[in-house]
Each structure stands twice: as structure tokens, then as C-alpha cells.
């Protein structure tokens, strides 16, 4: 297979040991590619191929990666469609620094001997938050701050996400996260889980099956889980009334949709609004 190393003397601030890039596209093939350093990326919208070690992938939204140095990966639009990701190179002084702060409990080799990458999947939240946080990080004004600021933030995705990961290739069947795709659409998961078994092609049964296998979900519960993210990104994104949402997203009852907003996200529809508020603009107060 032919690739390209890519050197972190070329794509790294010397002086910050990172950089951090937002990028979108629809039509560009990546060249498949390693390098020297790491790397931490989240899809923040959209969806794509990603062939890591001569497999190929399906990235969503709120994927989060961790490349290694020896991961030779690219990425392909699925049907021309756009997709955006914000991804962080970390020089191996900087990534080593975080992982001696870390010390030995902290089982490095858990990440890095597996044969295929690390990947966890964020909430619609936890998106959100991560997006904020990286997009505020501004190297120009004072590199040391900022090197401090994604030294403190690689603990914490390390510490968070990645500490008690599990490396298992995905055999998700094609068919499934097709139709996995297609249900994040408003027009698809508004009309409920007779929607997925249509589009699906197979039975209910088959179906359900398949997705509490794979996913360990149902239809109904996946179905409620884009409902409610979708209505999540809405309360940040949108001053739309609250009742006016919950109908929006396929939610006619205002009480039932207050319950199962709570039990996911563990705060009310309208606090949830006010937290984010308070992210976004951080001189609001409670």
C-alpha cells in the first residue's frame, strides 16, 4: 500500500507542540497517510468513510478518534456529501507530557497495541462542549497558555473517554448503518420506528435484532434518542419555544417529552437551554 508519512516538523507548531484545524468538505480524497505524532479528531456534522489500516469505516457525527503514529488512514465523502471535523495534532512531547502527569495507571498500551484505532461515540452535549472547547483555543495570543490549555484537555479526553475503552473492529453490517444514517434525517425519525423498518427492507424482527446486537438498542429507543437530540441541538441553536420543539420532533405529548428529556440528559428541557447559554457566552450567570 502506498502512503504518505507526514512529519511533525511540518504540521505542528514547534513552539505550542499542537494545531488544530476545522475542516469540510464533500468532494476531496484524502491521501491515505501516517505521521510522525497524533492525533485527536470528533465529526462534528455529517458523515464519511474512514479507512484506517486497509479498513473502511463509517464515521457519524460525534465520533471522537485517537490516531496513533503508525495508523496509516484517509477519509472519503459517502455520495458527495459534505462532513466537517476538528482535528487536533499532538506532538509526541506534548502527548508523553500528558501521559507522564497521568503516571502508571493510566494503561497507554490499551490505546496503542490494538489494531485498529480507538473511537467513542460523544453525546449530542458532549459534542457541543468539545466543539466550544477547541474552537476557543487561540495559539496566537499566548502559546504557552494554549499549550497548557490542550495539554489539560488531552487528560481529560484520555481520562474520560478512552481510560476503560475496549478495541473491537466494527462488523456492523452495511445494510444496518445505512439505515442508521438515513434515520438521523428529521423527515425519517419524526415518522417513528415503522420508518426504519421500511427503509430497512427487512422485518421488525430482523431489525430489532440486528440493532440490539450491534447497537444494543431497539427501534423505538434509537428512534427517541435522534428525537431528543435533534431537540437538544434546537434549544441551543434556536429560540424556538419549548412545546413548539417537542411537536417538531414527533413529540405530541409535552409531559412524556419532558420525562424521557430528563432521563437522558439528567436536567429539564429549559435547564438544559440555560446551561449551554452559559457555555456559549460565559459572562451569563445562573
Known amino acids: ?94 502527548l508523553f507530557s500528558a501521559l507522564e502527569y497521568l503516571g502508571n495507571d493510566f494503561k497507554i498500551n490499551e490505546l496503542i497495541d490494538p489494531p485498529f484505532p480507538p473511537i467513542v461515540a460523544l453525546s449530542q452535549k458532549e459534542k457541543e462542549k468539545l466543539f466550544f472547547l477547541l474552537t476557543d483555543i487561540d495559539p496566537i495570543k499566548n502559546k504557552s497558555a494554549s499549550t497548557l490549555k490542550v495539554k489539560t484537555l488531552i487528560i481529560d479526553l484520555l481520562t474520560k473517554y478512552f481510560i476503560n475503552f475496549q478495541n473491537e473492529s466494527s462488523n456492523i453490517p452495511e445494510w444496518l448503518e445505512i439505515v442508521y444514517e438515513k434515520m438521523k434525517k428529521p ?63 414527533g413529540f405530541d405529548n409535552l409531559s412524556w417529552f419532558y420525562k424521557v428529556f430528563q432521563e437522558k440528559y439528567n436536567m429539564t428541557p429549559l435547564e438544559y437551554r440555560k446551561e449551554f447559554e452559559v457555555i456559549k457566552n460565559p459572562t451569563i450567570e445562573h
Not at 474512514?50 to 457525527?61: G, P, Q, R, Y
Not at 422485518?203 to 434509537?222: A, D, F, G, M
Open 1 to 94: 500500500m502506498n502512503y504518505k508519512v507526514l512529519q511533525e516538523k511540518h504540521h505542528i507548531d514547534s513552539e505550542t507542540g499542537f494545531l488544530c484545524r476545522y475542516v469540510r468538505s464533500n468532494t476531496e480524497r484524502f491521501i491515505p497517510h501516517s505521521h510522525n505524532y497524533y492525533e485527536i479528531f470528533i465529526i462534528i456534522k455529517g458523515t464519511a468513510y474512514h479507512i484506517v489500516n486497509s479498513k473502511k469505516h463509517i464515521l457519524k457525527e460525534g465520533h471522537l478518534l485517537f490516531i496513533r503514529d503508525y495508523d496509516i488512514h484517509d477519509y472519503l465523502s459517502i455520495n458527495g456529501e459534505y462532513f466537517e471535523f476538528i482535528n487536533l495534532a499532538i506532538s509526541k512531547k506534548l
Open 187 to 249: 423527515s425519517n425519525f419524526i415518522e417513528g420506528a415503522q420508518k426504519m423498518v421500511e427503509l430497512s427492507g427487512k422485518t421488525r424482527e430482523h431489525l430489532t435484532r440486528s440493532l440490539k446486537k450491534y447497537y444494543n438498542t431497539t427501534p423505538i429507543r434509537l428512534v427517541n434518542d435522534l428525537r431528543l437530540d435533534y431537540c437538544a441541538n434546537l434549544l441551543v441553536k434556536s429560540n424556538l419555544p419549548i412545546i413548539d420543539i417537542s411537536m417538531s420532533c
